[in-house]
């Protein structure tokens, strides 16, 4: 069975209807097993297959008009969906941890201004076309000002080894950032410190599923790459630092879209990209202290934050 664009997927879950349609993509084992129990009641299943206290939370956004209970979640009354939100988080405090942990699938306003907003927003296509021109310069640069080394031989080589050392590097700062920085517990009683956490990485908890803030916009990254670029000079020699510097940020590159295709897109089953995505989704709504890893949990075996995901019975799936 295939549900095209426009036809409602209603389940039923302790008397109450839901239309599950915009959450087809987003499932960890993929629209058709969402699908499959189109019309059903899926208490059992909820049940069966341990639903955290989060995705029964974010199940609540799809109560259908016809629903008996349809009023807010007492969670979300303490704050305004209608107005910017950056301007709130702070006054949450002591709520605020829980509030954030709390997904819903609705798009976020951050900013009262329409210029300052739509710098907060980018569409998956903007980072290739973004960052691959810089990439490829940087490997110019690399190259043209070593030009005295062309004739080495083993020149290439370190060129290459360079470039794979700044992917390596990426991964390792892909895992420390998400771990001690953007995961850092704010003071409750710090309201700038709150309202730094949520636009770092908290929004992100919060609204999982709003396609224009899974991705750095251009305008921060760029200030964060300039900054990183200058440690680069001051660590390495000179002739390494456009190389290593490539490779970071082909790194980061490839993660983001990664990262963006984990929440929306549906890989084959059993494939890489297929495990990551339940990955990150445990991650999500599960083990918040654990999986920091996207694009590979390479690093979270090394700290000991792995998150070992159950092994699927395909047969009992549907």
Request: net charge neutral; hydrophobic share 40%; with cysteine.
């Amino acid at each position: 069975m295939t549900v095209n664009d426009r036809e409602e997927v209603i389940v039923h879950h302790n008397g109450e209807e839901y239309d599950v349609k915009s959450f087809l993509h987003f499932h960890p084992g993929g629209r058709n097993t969402v699908e499959h129990f189109k019309g059903k009641d899926i208490t059992n299943q909820l049940l069966k297959y341990q639903h955290s206290p989060s995705a029964m939370y974010l199940l609540k956004e799809y109560k259908t008009k016809d629903s008996s209970h349809r009023g807010e979640d007492d969670l979300e009354k303490l704050v305004d969906w209608s107005k910017p939100m950056l301007a709130q988080v702070g006054k949450l405090g002591s709520q605020y941890e829980e509030w954030v942990k709390a997904p819903v699938d609705r798009r976020l306003r951050l900013f009262q201004s329409d210029f300052v907003e739509s710098l907060t927003v980018t569409p998956w296509y903007l980072i290739p076309l973004v960052w691959i021109p810089f990439d490829m310069y940087l490997l110019y640069r690399g190259i043209s000002n070593n030009h005295h080394y062309a004739e080495d031989p083993v020149f290439p080589a370190w060129a290459v080894f360079c470039f794979g050392f700044g992917i390596t590097l990426w991964s390792f700062l892909e895992y420390t950032l998400h771990r001690w920085l953007f995961h850092a517990q704010p003071p409750t009683d710090s309201p700038r410190l709150i309202t730094m956490h949520f636009l770092m990485h908290g929004l992100h908890h919060k609204v999982p599923f709003d396609e224009r803030r899974l991705l750095i916009p251009p305008v921060p990254a760029a200030i964060v790459v300039a900054i990183f670029y200058i440690i680069l000079r001051i660590l390495f020699p000179l002739w390494m630092v456009d190389f290593v510097a490539a490779g970071t940020l082909a790194g980061y590159v490839v993660y983001d879209l990664i990262h963006f295709y984990l929440h929306f897109g549906s890989p084959p089953p059993d494939s890489y990209l297929y495990r990551m995505k339940r990955y990150h989704n445990q991650h999500h709504f599960t083990e918040h202290q654990n999986g920091f890893g996207i694009s590979s949990s390479f690093w979270d075996g090394i700290f000991g934050t792995e998150i070992y995901l159950r092994k699927l019975n395909w047969s009992l799936r549907w």
